[in-house]
């Protein structure tokens, strides 16, 4: 009776061995009964489980509200989890997209497309629209490619001077990289070839030739400063403006003619490609000399550089209000002479607060990109000068 008594409590659930020195000074390894419930016990809600089994969070109606709240929880944690990823991908794609070359492609094309119907309010169609518009992509596309090959090659100076760009931070893999740059090249040679031309086809693809010249080793004109603004100033300035004030007028069946707003347009935003150019570098200048990538920055220092790009847009801003003075005929004075007044205004102010603040890496680049909003700013009246 009792060895029947000591073998039950050993084996209680959760029981590995029963120490019985007292009798006789031997543990006497116990092994765990499998309990099975009676048929009777297995009913409703417990059926599938033995009483070992059994959840915690079916043991009480307050455990199983608890249980369900925590999946709920989590399951709408995972919910949140997906959707974050695919905001944080959205962002790192866009930031690959360099937001401000971006616009700037975007925000010229409508000018130039907008004063060209402007000026043709009768022979505006439907059909131009969404021509137009996929001559638009076709451009957004051309500018994506040539960002993208940009960061794919300069990954590791990218790393030093703007480690926030996605294939430095790690927010996009070199491999995805090369997926979105080849999809962006495709898609605007095949709508070039469909949409365009051979004329505007040949000036594109010499775009994104010069885009890719610039980069690619073993080429790579970036590492030669005048090869290197050239290339840029040719595409930002002459070729978009020339490509789309040709594209504009042939769609709406007009044959291409110099105006004066756009010969000035034409001319004026060349020579801000040229001061983009220069200055692009003023805050990259510590991964430049790094990787012996020579620039106008590294050459000149960043103050001189940043005086001469400043003189240059502001020479740009006397010419654009002269010539304002001088061809009343051609242009607007009451639009064209103040606005062009603040905006040189505007950049002697930057130019006297970047000196202010010792030429940081951090205003450098506040001076780069308020450089870009003058740009956007000059396309913005370009239609209603």
């Known amino acids: 009776m009792a060895s029947s008594l000591l073998t039950m409590a050993a084996t209680a659930p959760g029981s590995q061995s029963f120490d019985t020195s007292s009798f006789g000074k031997r543990k006497i390894p116990i092994k765990p009964l499998n309990f099975r419930p009676s048929p009777l016990l297995s009913r409703g809600s417990f059926s599938l489980f033995t009483s070992s089994q059994t959840p915690p969070c079916y043991r009480s109606p307050r455990l199983r509200e608890v249980s369900s709240q925590a999946i709920a929880k989590e399951y709408g944690c995972g919910e949140e989890a997906k959707t974050q990823q695919i905001w944080d991908f959205g962002r790192a794609l866009w930031t ?45 596309c051309g500018n994506s490619y040539i960002v993208g090959i940009n960061q794919i090659y300069d990954v590791d100076i990218d790393k030093v001077n703007k480690p926030y760009l996605p294939i ?9 990289a090369w ?32 885009g890719t010249l610039y980069t ?45 707003p756009v010969a000035f347009i034409t001319t004026f935003v060349t020579l801000f490609g040229l001061v983009i150019a220069l200055t692009k570098d003023l805050s990259d200048i510590e991964g430049d000399r790094k990787y012996k990538i020579t620039t106008f920055a590294t050459k000149l220092g960043v103050r001189r550089l940043a005086f001469l790009g400043s003189g240059i847009l502001l020479l740009n801003y006397v010419a654009a209000i002269l010539a304002a003075i001088f061809m009343p005929q051609a242009f607007k004075l009451s639009i064209l002479i103040p606005t062009h007044a603040i905006m040189a205004v505007s950049l002697i102010f930057q130019t006297r607060v970047l000196d202010q603040e010792k030429y940081t890496k951090e205003a450098a680049s506040n001076f780069y990109m308020f450089l870009w909003k003058l740009f956007y700013a000059e396309y913005l009246i370009f239609p209603f000068i």
């Not at 070359?101 to 629209?129: D, H, Q």
């Not at 595409?235 to 004066?260: E, I, T």
Request: charged residues 10%.
């Open 96 to 140: 690959f997209l360099r937001p401000h070359t971006f616009y700037g492609t975007l925000v010229a094309s409508c000018s130039l497309a907008a004063r060209v119907w402007i000026e043709n309010p009768n022979l505006m169609k439907w059909s131009i629209i969404t021509k137009a518009l996929c001559g638009l992509v076709e451009l957004l």
């Open 168 to 176: 430095a931070a790690g927010n996009i893999t070199k491999k995805e």
């Open 179 to 210: 997926f979105l740059t080849t999809s962006f090249l495709m898609v605007g040679l095949s709508l070039a070839m469909l949409n365009s031309g051979p004329f505007l086809s040949s000036l594109y693809c010499f775009a994104l030739l010069l």
């Open 216 to 260: 690619v080793p073993p080429f790579r004109l970036k590492r030669f400063p005048i090869a290197a603004f050239i290339c840029i100033a040719l595409v930002r300035g002459f070729l978009v403006n020339f490509g789309v004030y040709y594209a504009s007028r042939s769609v709406l069946g007009l044959p291409f003619q110099w105006s004066s």
